[in-house]
């Protein structure tokens, strides 16, 4: 019972710091309309600003604020450079463009800045949190409590009037034009936000197996949280990423021994194609009805 528990709450708590990942490709949808998968790139860039801006010799906490507002400027930049290029393209066309930032960053950005794992100390401490028989990763445990803030706080930013904005562009493009809404800055802003979200979940997974190119494989986990929760849900994130985090760490536990490893990526496939399947536009999101 013990050792379910363990994984239970190891499961709940990876799966809450999978939603900080997946915060960051719910707020380009929701905000832009677009589907971002070059968000485990800008995680694992953003781990990498971290960990250099800590270099330099500034504590994390001066390091972390200085990256997200690196991570913000590259969101415009990204903005300005390649998507505003892409109005009036098919949709099918700017994810195509974002598959292949993702390609790009991931190649690019440990070629120049080293793909040796790369530490970031947070002052969270590797000692495990020990309730009767159950252990509770620390790092996890205060990844899990930031995840839900954030979450909280996005809740409360769309209910602003630039979040509304947003919001009203990602329904319609041309009627945002139309009322006098910048869709190119709305656009630009979301990616700024992503960045944002990325710099804190880089630090924190960062912190937790280090910094280097494998951070931006967590983009497919974060996909399988989004499509669960629904991809424009910020709500949803946290039940998605619960969803898949138990169910990714639950199942294995007792699976991998039998099935030698490697049964995590076949049940978050599952996930994927089940929800595809069953409630294509996920457990909170909204169901778009077009007449074709």
């Known amino acids: ?13 990876t799966g809450l710091m999978y939603s900080l990942v997946a915060l960051g490709f719910v707020l380009i949808y929701k905000s832009a309309g677009v589907p971002n998968l070059a968000q485990g790139a800008l995680v694992m860039t953003a781990g990498y600003a ?3 801006v800590m270099s ?3 504590s994390v906490w001066i390091a972390i604020p200085i990256a997200a507002a690196i991570m913000f400027g590259f969101g415009l930049v ?11 393209q098919p949709v099918i066309m700017v994810v195509m463009l974002t598959l292949g930032l993702e390609i790009l960053l991931r190649g690019l950005v440990p070629g120049v800045l080293g793909s040796a794992p790369k530490p970031i100390d947070l002052g969270i401490g590797f000692a495990p949190i020990i309730v009767g028989d159950v252990f509770i990763n620390r790092t996890s445990l205060y990844g899990g409590i930031i995840a839900l803030l954030l979450v909280g706080a996005s809740l409360l930013f769309f209910r602003t009037r630039l979040g509304t904005k947003l919001r009203a562009v990602s329904d319609d493009h041309v009627s945002s034009w139309a009322v006098g809404i910048s869709v190119e800055r709305a656009i630009g802003i979301s990616w700024g936000l992503a960045g944002i979200a990325a710099v804190v979940a880089g630090a924190l997974w960062g912190s937790s197996q280090g910094v280097d190119w494998t951070l931006s494989t ?10 669960l929760g629904g991809v424009d849900s910020v709500p949803g994130v946290v039940v998605g990423g619960i969803l898949v985090g138990v169910l990714g760490t639950v199942i294995p536990g007792y699976l ?5 490893g490697s049964t995590r990526d076949v049940v978050t496939s599952l996930i994927i194609l089940l929800t595809i399947m069953v409630r294509p536009f996920g457990i909170f999101g909204r169901e778009d009805i077009e007449r074709i």
């Open 256 to 260: 991998d021994s039998i099935a030698g």
């Open 218 to 227: 967590l983009l497919f986990p974060a996909v399988a949280v989004v499509i």
């Open 1 to 13: 019972m013990a050792y379910f528990l363990e994984l239970l709450i190891s499961g709940a708590l």
């Open 78 to 88: 990204v903005e300005r450079l390649l998507l505003r290029r892409m109005v009036g």
């Open 50 to 52: 971290v960990w250099l």
């Open 56 to 58: 330099w010799g500034l």
